[in-house]
């Protein structure tokens, strides 16, 4: 079969890895076609195989983006299509360095491209992460998100550990079909048994784990929390004649939530579609309904501060808590904001709306700083930030006792992108070894456990109140939480370490 072939298999399968398809166990695989593509080709060759396979994969993995900009951003579709292909090329620049770097490891030994590849890959994904605000969106280890047992090595090495073990697998695999098929050279003993090892080791830890993390979690105080999950259109959501009526709906689902004697009641980000303003009227309406319900609430709302000196204004997509007497007692404003999404980069050069349209660009928050709640902390994840692993630490490290996912992913509609986004949410929960609630205006709301049981879900455009005993983790901080992201700057090291000597060789 041609290579351009093979690196399309790749990249389309794996597409299948992710949900909603669901088919986790294909990312074990997915790469093989692409890796025999590239044996044995040059540099240049190898960077272009990379850039197919990694756009036929990222054209199935984002093209939601095309619903997301043409129905909520203002830009006609043939503009959106425009940026869904920017963004996928920029998607695939990472697989063709990843195409062009494990061509510079073809003639070694089998043994170092088992090392190799895996931490590249990881390499390019940590990156990703962090360039140009990041995006790592759609990871290789998210792929495994079902697998409880082999995910739980995350709270030590991140979900990088898993992507490094999925890339590991299918390099070994490959080279077990290349002797299949070609029957040159020595079987690929060693490399197959290394690989089986891995995968053994770190599923016997998952294992081991869970049991341990279980029984501690048995000693960890609980409430029980309510998430409100209320539909509201994304069409009328920032209309002002619907406000009552949004407010209607929040307060109906908090009532239900209170008759399941729910301790806290979560609703989800931008809940509130005004500017809420604490103090004002006894808090206003949301105040009310807190008294009313005898519970805490913790809300989304657009927030802002005045500086009369400079008669300036601030403006935040925020989280507030309300105890049971109406009073505001907390408050976050998120800080890794969404281009396009809730502010526009070079506004005055291009002519995109937001994605929040009604109201004006949102500023930073101060970082992840934890909501105190009942002798701990809720380490609040407004939308976007729960694909940050950084974050979700920072608020664990910073004394957060669980987290908390405020999002509203109406805008994505019922394309692959809020199961994508949901995924991700298991494994803040297993890094950190900490319960986490899933507030969504639309779904997919959620409670997961700290070994990334999904406790209870709702499904996508639902109006429903879930409500579960969440329990407040104590103890010992995961490795994750406290020392990151070690094990993806160590697979970074090795693959600059291993460019740069290969690089070094050829001049």
């Not at 949004?246 to 301790?263: G, H, P, Q, V």
């Not at 997509?317 to 998120?334: E, M, R, W």
Request: overall charge positive.
């Amino acid at each position: 079969m041609r290579p351009l072939a093979l690196a399309l298999i790749s990249g389309i399968s794996l597409v299948f890895a992710f949900p909603p398809f669901g088919l986790g166990a294909l990312a074990w695989f997915t790469f093989i076609p692409l890796i025999l593509a590239l044996e044995g080709q040059g540099k240049l060759k190898g960077f272009l195989l990379g850039i197919a396979s990694g756009a036929a994969f990222s054209l199935g993995a984002v093209y939601w983006v095309v619903h997301s900009m043409s129905n909520y951003g203002g830009v006609p579709v043939y503009a959106s299509i425009a940026v869904m292909l920017l963004l996928v090329i920029y998607l695939s620049l990472y697989w063709g360095v990843f195409g062009l770097v494990y061509t510079l490891a073809s003639p070694m030994e089998r043994t170092a491209k088992l090392l190799i590849a895996p931490a590249v890959w990881v390499a390019l994904e940590y990156m990703r992460g962090y360039l140009l605000t990041g995006f790592p969106w759609v990871l290789v280890g998210y792929t495994q998100s079902d697998y409880l047992p082999l995910i739980q090595v995350a709270d030590t090495t991140g979900v990088w550990g898993v992507s490094f073990a999925v890339i590991a697998f299918n390099t070994a695999a490959s080279f077990a079909a290349s002797y299949l098929l070609r029957r040159e050279g020595r079987a690929p003993v060693l490399p197959l048994a290394i690989a089986a090892a891995l995968v053994a080791t770190i599923a016997s830890y998952g294992f081991v784990r869970m049991k341990a993390v279980d029984r501690d979690v048995e000693r960890w105080s609980g409430i029980k929390v309510g998430v409100a999950q209320g539909s509201i259109d994304q069409a009328v959501k920032w209309d002002g004649r619907y406000q009552d009526s949004t407010i209607d709906i929040y307060t109906a689902l908090t009532a239900e939530a209170s008759d399941a004697m729910a301790r806290l009641v979560i609703w989800p980000e931008t809940a509130i579609p005004f500017y809420y303003e604490p103090g004002k009227v006894k808090d206003g309406p949301v105040g009310e309904i807190a008294r009313k319900s005898g519970s805490y609430i913790l809300t989304g709302s657009p927030s802002y501060t005045y500086n009369p000196v400079s008669n300036e204004a601030r403006y935040f997509n925020s989280a507030y808590l309300l105890n049971p007497l109406g009073d505001t007692v907390g408050k976050y404003d998120k800080f890794h904001l969404v281009p396009f999404g809730e502010y526009v980069p070079l506004r005055g050069m291009l002519p995109f709306e937001k994605l929040t349209a009604g109201i004006g660009d949102f500023d930073e928050g101060s970082g992840p700083v934890p909501i105190p709640f009942e002798g701990g902390g809720i380490g609040t994840l407004v939308c976007f930030e729960s694909i940050f692993p950084e974050i979700s630490r920072g608020h664990v490290r910073g004394g957060a006792t669980v987290l908390a996912n405020l999002t509203n992913d109406a805008w994505f509609g019922y394309t692959s992108a809020p199961y994508q986004h949901f995924q991700m949410s298991v494994f803040r929960a297993v890094e950190n070894k900490s319960f986490l609630v899933r507030a969504a205006n639309t779904g997919i709301s959620a409670v997961i456990d700290p070994n990334g049981r999904v406790r209870k879900k709702t499904g996508l455009f639902e109006r429903t109140m879930i409500v579960d005993e969440v329990r407040m983790r104590q103890g010992a901080l995961t490795f994750y939480t406290m020392y990151g992201d070690l094990f993806a700057l160590g697979c970074s090291v090795i693959a600059a370490v291993f460019v740069g000597t290969r690089l070094k060789r050829r001049r």
